[in-house]
T-cell receptor, first 112, second 116 residues
Framework: SQTIHQWPATLVQPVGSPLSLECTVEGTSNPNLYWYRQAAGRGLQLLFYSVGIGQISSEVPQNLSASRPQDRQFILSSKKLLLSDSGFYLC???????????FGPGTRLTVL | AQSVTQLGSHVSVSEGALVLLRCNYSSSVPPYLFWYVQYPNQGLQLLLKYTSAATLVKGINGFEAEFKKSETSFHLTKPSAHMSDAAEYFCAVTGTPGAGSYQLTFGKGTKLSVIP
């Protein structure tokens, strides 16, 4: 069966520091991968998606970037965090069937 | 293009009462529709999905939803609320495979509170 992992689970970082969040998927090949952010009271915001290694599409201009160095690995990064980057970050994957997405456990990021 | 509207950002029901969470969608192609549940500080879990088979879809934890094309609705129901149903619920829509869209468009969520 497929599983999706995210780490770390929680992170507290100062403004201006770098960020790296990692997501890995097991049990499937060539998944579509997604990064979402949930800010308080604002629902789910799609940040990036990827249909293959090295293929990244950005949905909104922001302080963040994403990379996909391996088929089942998706990384969210920032060179300098802003206060507004605080939130709950969710990684998800989908196959081709029905476009349903499967979500990881999330990372709670607090920028101080 | 697709969009989802969830009526009511907060819904409160008594334990044992009917749960009704509303979702209306718009889609330029035949839609696939989903309901997800999110417990505090956790990821989203798929409750049920409509993929153009039966219009009444049964999911986990006793939830079900009915696809009504004429009303462009996909409301989520459960006959009797349990305390463990307290969570946030998201409705989502996507186009059918081959329609050029593999992304989900989410509603803003409805937070369900269950009163003992």
């Amino acid at each position: 069966s497929q599983t999706i992992h995210q780490w770390p689970a929680t992170l507290v970082q100062p403004v201006g520091s770098p960020l790296s969040l990692e997501c890995t998927v097991e049990g499937t090949s060539n998944p579509n991968l997604y990064w979402y952010r949930q800010a308080a009271g604002r629902g789910l915001q799609l940040l990036f998606y990827s249909v293959g290694i090295g293929q990244i599409s950005s949905e909104v201009p922001q302080n963040l970037s994403a990379s996909r160095p391996q088929d089942r690995q998706f990384i969210l990064s920032s060179k300098k965090l802003l206060l507004s980057d605080s939130g709950f970050y969710l990684c998800a994957w989908s196959g081709l069937a029905y476009n349903e997405q499967f979500f990881g456990p999330g990372t709670r990021l607090t920028v101080l | 293009a697709q969009s989802v509207t969830q009526l009511g950002s907060h819904v409160s029901v008594s334990e044992g009462a009917l749960v009704l969470l509303r979702c209306n969608y718009s889609s330029s192609v035949p839609p696939y529709l989903f309901w997800y549940v999110q417990y505090p500080n956790q990821g989203l879990q798929l409750l049920l999905k409509y993929t153009s088979a039966a219009t009444l879809v049964k999911g986990i934890n006793g939830f079900e939803a009915e696809f009504k094309k004429s009303e462009t609705s996909f409301h989520l129901t459960k006959p009797s609320a349990h305390m463990s149903d307290a969570a946030e619920y998201f409705c989502a829509v996507t186009g059918t495979p081959g329609a050029g869209s593999y992304q989900l468009t989410f509603g803003k969520g409805t937070k369900l509170s269950v009163i003992p």
